[in-house]
């Protein structure tokens, strides 16, 4: 069901004359018994496809409909009875008719296609597979990685799960669950950022307009900080899919690095519009962050943890939401906001520590007096932490330590108005 939501939504972005928003942030409303008028509002769609999937054996009963958000009202709906083998014919038929009822043409160049088929449905199944788990990042990235080399292994003239290969293989690098726990974070790097180039020309091979492919290569230059490279490829990616939220949020985390701020931001606020996901609200707010727009950063941190479908997610957004109360001087507020993420999971791991020592912790960042947190938290500081302490250089040893394990161009901390003070330090300039 997550697989064909995805593919039709993907069809659909083909037709030029539709503008599809949420192709993450859809799948935070699944299974949820919510009003459709709400689910528009809150997407800032007119339309909404809604369905189901159902499976047993090799046949297939998928239902569609087309509906209006401003009032609910039905456009279109149909019921496909369909073996396996027709799935990709499925997925057209629904697009097209989405396209009728609102009255759109088609728009296809000559030989163009809305679906891209593989002639394996296993390969189709695994690569489905495959996005699942990539949405949802962290460890499940491991997971797509196999599924995907699973899917090429099936059919490997089908550009689709390359394209998917090269991005789950570049996003494993922002996770550490998602590396063997046997290599260190600088190990796994030049392992993976070079399969992921791989993967990537192998899909443009197949398919030189491949959206997804080309976000994947343009990251993999961003983060050897070939900058003029990376942004070259995301204009490509942007020029074969302009509603692609993806390629909007990482050329706008390419243009954070290089200092083009007002552009950067501008990039960030598309992808969150195109596509109301947590991650996309968590770097609109890091660059508003770095503008100095505290206020509003604050807001679009706070859109995340809304967003956030799982616990773990929430946690997670609630963990960086505290360390920008924290930035900003908000100490009760950073203070209940970890406590807050500790009480969604009492079973987990704290996010932090104990509610004594998540008192304690601020309470010694607050004062700048570092005998008043605890020792065992000192790995929890970070540089913002060491900043307010009035100690620069532990600042800067930090971040040294971070820079060798993660020896990539991303230098967006580095523009937070709190950090220039670390800047002349020749470790730092070097």
Same mark, same amino acid.
Do not use: C
């Given at each position: 069901?997550?697989?064909?939501?995805?593919?039709?939504?993907?069809?659909?972005?083909?037709?030029?004359?539709?503008?599809?928003?949420?192709?993450?942030?859809?799948?935070?409303?699944?299974?949820?018994?919510?009003?459709?008028?709400?689910?528009?509002?809150?997407?800032?769609?007119?339309?909404?496809?809604?369905?189901?999937?159902?499976?047993?054996?090799?046949?297939?009963?998928?239902?569609?409909?087309?509906?209006?958000?401003?009032?609910?009202?039905?456009?279109?709906?149909?019921?496909?009875?369909?073996?396996?083998?027709?799935?990709?014919?499925?997925?057209?038929?629904?697009?097209?008719?989405?396209?009728?009822?609102?009255?759109?043409?088609?728009?296809?160049?000559?030989?163009?296609?809305?679906?891209?088929?593989?002639?394996?449905?296993?390969?189709?199944?695994?690569?489905?597979?495959?996005?699942?788990?990539?949405?949802?990042?962290?460890?499940?990235?491991?997971?797509?990685?196999?599924?995907?080399?699973?899917?090429?292994?099936?059919?490997?003239?089908?550009?689709?799960?390359?394209?998917?290969?090269?991005?789950?293989?570049?996003?494993?690098?922002?996770?550490?669950?998602?590396?063997?726990?046997?290599?260190?974070?600088?190990?796994?790097?030049?392992?993976?950022?070079?399969?992921? @180039?791989?993967?990537?020309?192998? *899909? =443009?091979?197949? #398919? %030189? $307009? !491949? +959206?997804? /492919?080309?976000?994947?290569? &343009?990251?993999?230059?961003?983060?050897?900080?070939?900058?003029?490279?990376? @942004?070259?490829?995301?204009?490509? *990616? =942007?020029?074969? #899919? %302009? $509603? !692609? +939220?993806? /390629?909007?949020?990482?050329? &706008?985390?390419?243009?954070?690095?290089?200092?083009?701020?007002?552009?950067?931001?501008?990039?960030?606020?598309? *992808?969150?519009?195109? #596509?109301?996901?947590?991650?996309?609200?968590?770097?609109?707010?890091?660059?508003?962050?770095?503008?100095?727009?505290?206020?509003?950063?604050?807001?679009?941190?706070?859109?995340?943890?809304?967003?956030?479908?799982?616990?773990?997610?929430?946690?997670?957004?609630?963990?960086?939401?505290?360390?920008?109360?924290?930035?900003?001087?908000?100490?009760?507020?950073?203070?209940?906001?970890?406590?807050?993420?500790?009480?969604?999971?009492?079973?987990?791991?704290?996010?932090?520590?104990?509610?004594?020592?998540?008192?304690?912790?601020?309470?010694?960042?607050?004062?700048?007096?570092?005998?008043?947190?605890?020792?065992?938290?000192?790995?929890?500081?970070?540089?913002?932490?060491?900043?307010?302490?009035?100690?620069?250089?532990?600042?800067?040893?930090?971040?040294?330590?971070?820079?060798?394990?993660?020896?990539?161009?991303?230098?967006?901390?580095?523009?937070?108005?709190?950090?220039?003070?670390?800047?002349?330090?020749?470790?730092?300039?070097?």
């Amino acid at each position: 069901g997550e697989g064909m939501t995805e593919e039709i939504l993907n069809s659909l972005i083909k037709i030029r004359d539709l503008r599809v928003s949420g192709r993450t942030s859809t799948f935070a409303y699944k299974g949820q018994d919510k009003d459709l008028r709400e689910i528009g509002s809150e997407l800032g769609v007119g339309y909404l496809v809604e369905g189901s999937v159902r499976k047993a054996g090799d046949q297939l009963r998928i239902t569609a409909q087309l509906i209006d958000a401003s009032d609910g009202s039905h456009l279109w709906g149909d019921q496909y009875d369909r073996s396996m083998n027709d799935v990709f014919a499925i997925q057209t038929e629904i697009a097209e008719a989405v396209a009728e009822a609102l009255r759109v043409p088609l728009g296809l160049g000559a030989g163009e296609q809305l679906v891209t088929p593989t002639a394996d449905l296993d390969a189709y199944d695994l690569y489905l597979a495959g996005r699942s788990k990539m949405r949802e990042r962290g460890p499940s990235l491991l997971e797509a990685v196999d599924l995907f080399k699973a899917a090429v292994a099936r059919d490997s003239t089908w550009a689709p799960a390359w394209a998917g290969l090269a991005e789950a293989e570049e996003l494993r690098i922002w996770y550490g669950g998602a590396r063997p726990d046997s290599l260190t974070a600088r190990e796994f790097i030049a392992l993976a950022l070079p399969e992921s @180039e791989r993967a990537a020309q192998h *899909a =443009l091979e197949l #398919d %030189p $307009d !491949n +959206a997804s /492919a080309l976000v994947a290569l &343009g990251s993999v230059q961003r983060n050897r900080a070939e900058w003029e490279a990376a @942004e070259t490829t995301y204009l490509r *990616a =942007l020029a074969a #899919d %302009p $509603d !692609n +939220a993806e /390629a909007y949020q990482q050329y &706008g985390d390419l243009l954070l690095n290089v200092g083009r701020i007002a552009e950067a931001i501008r990039l960030l606020d598309r *992808a969150a519009a195109l #596509d109301r996901a947590p991650i996309r609200f968590e770097m609109l707010g890091l660059g508003l962050f770095v503008d100095g727009r505290d206020a509003e950063g604050l807001e679009a941190y706070e859109l995340a943890v809304s967003r956030h479908p799982t616990v773990a997610g929430q946690r997670r957004a609630l963990n960086l939401l505290a360390r920008r109360y924290v930035a900003g001087g908000r100490w009760e507020d950073a203070k209940e906001t970890w406590k807050s993420a500790n009480r969604l999971d009492p079973r987990a791991p704290p996010v932090l520590g104990s509610d004594e020592e998540i008192e304690a912790y601020v309470n010694g960042l607050e004062l700048a007096d570092a005998s008043l947190i605890p020792v065992a938290m000192y790995d929890s500081i970070g540089t913002f932490g060491w900043i307010l302490l009035g100690d620069l250089d532990g600042a800067v040893e930090e971040r040294l330590e971070t820079a060798v394990e993660q020896p990539f161009g991303r230098v967006i901390e580095f523009r937070f108005p709190a950090w220039q003070a670390l800047l002349t330090d020749s470790r730092i300039q070097e």
